[in-house]
């Protein structure tokens, strides 16, 4: 196929030679030009056959391209269902036999009189929970993107300070060069669902935070670019290796270099989810030691 | 500290009587054991035909009744139940973390529900509250359309609220947590808890926004937080709805 550029030039160059044509044959150059007969004729009508051929394929071209786009999405969008359908058939079959563990486990704890018997049982316990607990976020995750949000206009100061607030209650929150950036003046309202956006910078927050060391920098920034909020965390942390970048929004993966620190490989991917229900836009950019840097991009209205 | 052995329910000679009505051989095993080490006396049936069949001869104080079974399932078994005036106690076990299947559980007659899979002490905590609360014979709050306390009166179905018959404007998060509370009366309600049930995240935005909600209802309800009639918060575990709570005539 020719290449777009190639159409785009054709399609001014054909007109552009069939015009000069037209007012050579109209003005007075022709005679002091020295024409066959009718061969300006001919230039004209290629020229604009040029032009026309040119169009059309332009037009093809872009049908073409249109339907590409939309069966790509398709198949994005049936391979999202199915992973939905998957989370969800994975939790039902799951639920019976954690039910019973629980319950067997609690009774255990009741009747055991040993003591390393009963830290045994404790420590079951809790994997058990965890296990529960993974599951119930796996399966939050795969509904977030169908449940309905409960828009409302969300006032960008008082959400950060209460982003902050959440932050300041952190241990870790005084060893870290935190700040907040926000444009002078008032910002406009940004229509969401309130509780879903402080979930995502929350989660933003706590990965900037776990994943830097003391001393280094945490920033939050809030800025209004063309009809779109963007909401920045910028740190200087350990960064994300350049093969992991575009894996560390999947569910249950974690980078590399974080084998130290605990987290479940689901916050990054619950701030995907919710962004992506607001039909807004997650970037990242990370330099490995250097740090991290997450865009959210949601349009205002 | 809280005991981690569960006391047996106060104030009553006989065990309370619980019927636990699920197909997983499993299920039915542990929690029987574990609801018999914790003071109560358990009878098992494997799906609601069977529950329906023997409930005549062994007239249980409450039922937990799972919400997918084979051969009756628990929603239908509950509405054949409720259908027949019958308005013994019922926990749903369900499957479904959605608001909306929740809310229908309810309207259904349940008196509460737990989502599988669940920390069986939870279980014992919601088992002791709708034992506490329940009038034998009359349907439960839980099922009502409408409720009152004083001057407070909600509408569940069009979600509206009321105080003195004048309309009462709140978002729809303070409505759903208003519900819980009375529906939940005299019941400490931890923040962690109606998180879980109103928002559907567990400990993950913190209990913050819990607090932002109930500070925007006793606004609303002009509920002065250190003279309630209604909502109480009681330190370090949560909130706690204080006024009597009726069923309201339609």
């Known amino acids: 196929m020719i290449s777009r550029r190639w159409l785009w030039l054709l399609l001014p160059a054909g007109l552009a030679l069939a015009g000069v044509m037209l007012l050579v044959r109209v003005s007075y150059v022709r005679s002091i030009l020295v024409f066959p007969d009718d061969l300006d004729v001919l230039i004209i009508i290629s020229g604009l056959t040029l032009a026309i051929v040119a169009a059309l394929m332009l037009i093809l071209a872009l049908v073409l391209d249109h339907r590409h786009q939309r069966r790509l999405e398709q198949m994005r969008q049936a391979a999202l269902d199915e992973h939905a359908r998957f989370l969800r058939r994975l939790d039902h079959q799951l639920k019976n036999p954690l039910t019973a563990l629980h319950a067997g486990l609690a009774s255990l704890a009741l009747t055991l009189n040993d003591a390393d018997q009963r830290q045994t049982v404790r420590t079951l316990e809790l994997e058990a929970q965890r296990l529960s607990r993974l599951i119930f976020n796996l399966r939050k995750l795969a509904d977030l993107a169908a449940i309905p949000l409960d828009l409302e206009p969300v006032d960008l100061a008082a959400f950060v300070s209460e982003v902050v607030e959440l932050a300041r209650d952190r241990p870790d929150f005084a060893a870290r060069q935190f700040a907040v950036e926000l444009p002078p003046g008032p910002l406009p309202p940004l229509l969401g669902d309130r509780d879903l956006l402080l979930l995502a910078v929350h989660n933003l927050l706590d990965n900037a935070f776990k994943y830097t060391r003391p001393g280094d920098r945490i920033t939050l920034s809030v800025e209004v670019v063309e009809g779109d909020v963007l909401i920045r965390v910028q740190d200087t942390g350990i960064g994300i290796p350049q093969a992991d970048l575009p894996l560390v929004g999947e569910e249950l993966y974690r980078g590399g270099n974080t084998e130290h620190i605990p987290g479940d490989g689901i916050g990054l991917a619950v701030v995907n989810a919710v962004i992506a229900h607001h039909d807004g836009t997650v970037s990242l950019n990370s330099t490995l030691g250097q740090g991290t840097t997450v865009t959210l991009r949601l349009p205002l209205e | ?250």
């Open chain 2, 1 to 250: 500290m809280k005991s981690r052995y569960p006391s047996p329910a106060p104030g009553s000679q006989a065990k309370p009587h619980i019927l636990l009505v699920d197909d997983e051989a499993s299920i039915t095993s542990t929690l029987t054991t574990f609801l018999q080490l914790s003071g109560f006396e358990v009878s098992v049936a494997q799906n609601g035909e069977q529950a329906l069949e023997t409930l005549e001869q062994l007239r249980p104080d409450l039922i937990v009744l799972d919400v997918l079974m084979p051969r009756l399932d628990g929603r239908e078994t509950l509405r054949r139940l409720r259908g027949r005036g019958d308005w013994t106690p019922v926990i749903l076990l369900t499957q479904i973390s959605g608001t909306a299947e929740r809310i229908m559980a309810l309207e259904e007659g349940a008196d509460d529900y737990l989502n599988k899979p669940f920390d069986p002490q939870e279980l014992v905590v919601r088992i002791r509250a709708v034992l506490r609360r329940a009038r034998p014979g009359i349907r439960t709050l839980s099922s009502a359309r409408r409720l009152t306390s004083g001057r407070l009166m909600i509408d569940r179905t069009s979600r509206r609220v009321f105080v003195d018959g004048a309309e009462i404007p709140l978002t729809p998060k303070a409505f759903a947590i208003l519900e819980y509370l009375m529906t939940h009366p005299d019941e400490v309600i931890t923040r962690e808890r109606l998180l879980s049930e109103i928002w559907g995240w567990e400990r993950v935005v913190g209990e913050r926004v819990v607090d932002t909600r109930i500070t925007e209802l006793r606004k609303a309800l002009a509920d002065d937080p250190a003279h309630p009639r209604y909502v109480e918060t009681v330190a370090g575990q949560g909130y706690r709805f204080i006024g009597d709570v009726d069923e309201a005539p339609t």
